[in-house]
């Protein structure tokens, strides 16, 4: 294949299973109002079955603290992430953050969901700098929110996450349509 038609098949649509939600926030009535993402081992495995040896990734981790001046007694601590990924030459970067929020208010604690580890920053930056090289870039596209209860959040099968699943697949398999016809002088380009 000629690098072009490598940085299409890139593209490819990932499998159902290669997609994971998150919570965004918790909802006054409960339930959850959810975000999907893409699991970084499917990227890795996609680069490493289509192109060994023809990647490299880099990243940099620095831990973050900040805190207040005034009054509030607010404390942020976390971390910030830059990971390059090279591919056939060509490198695009990401960068990702996890951090914590510590308050005097407890309520307002119990309504974080962010983990404040290096992994959760180091994948972000991943994801991101694949997207960069339009690995995953359809799951960018998806604007539709997601409300789940905690029940159907784990439950795949669920009508909430087969519907996001259903509208990812279609924003993935039209984006990487397009790409393949632009490239092959079929169209114009994207809509």
């Not at 490299?56 to 942020?76: H, N």
């Not at 920053?121 to 799951?139: C, K, M, P, Q, V």
């Amino acid at each position: 294949m000629t690098e072009k038609e490598i940085r299409i098949e890139l593209m490819r649509p990932f499998p159902d299973q290669a997609i994971l939600f998150r919570v965004d926030k918790k909802l006054k009535n409960g339930s959850y109002l959810v975000v999907p993402y893409l699991d970084v081992r499917y990227i890795i495995h996609r680069l490493n079955t289509m192109i060994p040896g023809e990647w490299e990734l880099r990243t940099e981790i620095t831990p973050i603290t900040v805190e207040t001046t005034d009054k509030s007694g607010f404390l942020i601590v976390g971390h910030m992430a830059k990971a390059e990924l090279t591919i056939m030459g060509k490198t695009m970067t990401g960068t990702g953050s996890s951090y914590l929020v510590f308050d005097n208010d407890l309520e307002k604690l119990k309504k974080q969901f962010i983990k404040a580890d290096p992994k959760s920053a180091e994948t972000d930056a991943i994801r991101r700098a694949a997207a960069n090289h339009s690995i995953g870039l359809y799951i960018w596209f998806f604007k539709n929110q997601i409300f789940a209860t905690e029940e159907e959040l784990k439950n795949r099968n669920s009508k909430p996450i087969q519907e996001a699943l259903a509208n990812l697949r279609i924003i993935g398999d039209k984006l990487y349509r397009q790409a393949k016809e632009y490239a092959l002088g079929k169209k114009g380009g994207a809509e």
